[in-house]
């Protein structure tokens, strides 16, 4: 005798989802579908009517209303202390990304923020950022460390990353972003700190199981190219997959230099060159735009959207959030923002949150619906994918599922 199926935990009928195959973007609607889940992971897909005769714990009827995977937000520089609203009003009466970083402005300022608060406080100032997110549908995020730059102060930003993940019931994988900018107890020696992030700092850390990932900023006014191979030379001993901020103000070929050492993805990426592109091809290197910098900075170069098109090139998209740069605290602001800024299709965009933001963090089980991937999904209320680009701002979120369980704001 057969033994019977085992019930599903709970299954979602009458949704409207795009193509399984890939998730959400480009393919034939199925306008009466439905998703069972089990143990945390999506166990069946299809059509209402072809959903296997097994019991469910729980059965959502969701009145065709559009279900997707839980949305990725692959760049993010939440946890910091205070903000740095004083810049947005410098900015406006003339002054520019760089002038305000070489007068001691910038990241500076907020690591001295950040250094002096504990990791209670920075926690509280992080949560609710974090929880915006969750409410506009993100059920993985990533949180870099880079507003310490000293052992203690990226060992609390990265264990509050930890913190949030825990909190929230949602997945964080955390970045060591030691080379974001030189602290003030090594000004004037920029290979001295870049000696100690990666024979002291970078080792400490990873040994404590805080770093998922390795990070920097290759530009004229972050570290130089030869500087980062060195942080990045030392990352693959440790077996972290590297990332970088690249190409962001100028071309310094860190694109080409990550997909040189396998990385994740290069980001921002304004002034990516051919070369950089043709690179990031052959290693399968994530393209990781961050359209909210360029809207705050009111920047004019675009990244090289049709290149990276043409070549084949993975694009994401993230909010970037950060104090300074891009204050965004909604993916889906990113995402729309990513299509009226730099011309990506809603479906580019609609990916770009989704199945590459899940490749550009090196996570395979996550980011389309398909039986084995992790029941991290979101139930809108809305009818279509393009809405939710289209939409700048509201409440879209009618229920968020991460590994299989419903996670709300606790206010809800």
């Known amino acids: 005798m057969n033994a019977a199926p085992l019930p599903f935990d709970w299954v979602i009928r009458h949704a409207r989802i795009m193509a399984p195959t890939s998730g959400m973007a480009g393919d034939t609607p199925i306008e009466d579908a439905a998703v069972a889940c089990r143990d945390g992971t999506i166990a069946w897909v299809g059509a209402t009517r072809d959903l296997p005769d097994v019991p469910a714990r729980q059965n959502v009827n969701a009145h065709g209303r559009l279900l997707t995977p839980g949305l990725i937000d692959c760049h993010t520089h939440l946890v910091f202390a205070d903000d740095r609203a004083d810049e947005f009003r410098m900015r406006l009466e003339g ?213 990276l098109r043409r070549h084949g090139v993975p694009m994401a998209v993230a909010t970037d959030l950060n104090p300074g740069s891009a204050p965004v605290r909604s993916l889906r602001l990113a995402a729309n923002m990513a299509c009226t800024l730099f011309r990506l299709t809603p479906d580019e965009a609609l990916r770009g949150i989704t199945a590459h933001a899940a490749r550009a963090l090196g996570l395979a089980d996550r980011g389309t619906l398909v039986p084995g991937q992790r029941a991290d999904l979101v139930l809108w209320k809305v009818r279509t994918p393009a809405e939710l680009v289209y939409w700048i701002g509201g409440d879209l979120v009618q229920q968020v599922y991460a590994g299989g369980r419903p996670v709300t704001h606790p206010a809800n």
């Open 95 to 307: 002054a520019d990304y760089a002038d305000i970083a070489r007068a001691g402005g910038g990241i500076l300022s907020t690591v001295h923020a950040t250094r002096a608060a504990d990791e209670d406080a920075l926690l509280s100032q992080a949560l609710p950022r974090a929880r915006d997110l969750l409410d506009d549908g993100v059920t993985t995020l990533e949180i870099k460390s880079g507003y310490g730059l000293d052992l203690p102060g990226e060992r609390r930003m990265l264990r509050v990353a930890r913190r949030i993940g825990e909190h929230l019931g949602i997945t964080v994988r955390t970045s060591f972003l030691g080379l974001h900018a030189l602290p003030p107890q090594f000004a004037g020696d920029a290979d001295g700190y870049v000696r100690h992030v990666c024979e002291d700092m970078l080792p400490t850390l990873a040994g404590e199981g805080l770093v998922d990932a390795v990070d920097a900023f290759c530009d004229t006014i972050g570290f130089s190219r030869e500087q980062v191979q060195l942080l990045f030379a030392k990352a693959r001993t440790l077996g972290l997959p590297v990332k970088l901020h690249a190409e962001q103000l100028s071309d310094q070929d860190g694109a080409a230099l990550t997909a040189q050492y396998g990385g994740l993805s290069a980001d921002h990426l304004e002034y990516l060159s051919e070369r950089g592109v043709r690179a990031m091809a052959s290693a399968g290197t994530v393209a990781v735009l961050l359209p909210g910098a360029f809207y705050a900075l009111r920047e004019t170069r675009r990244p090289p959207i049709d290149a």
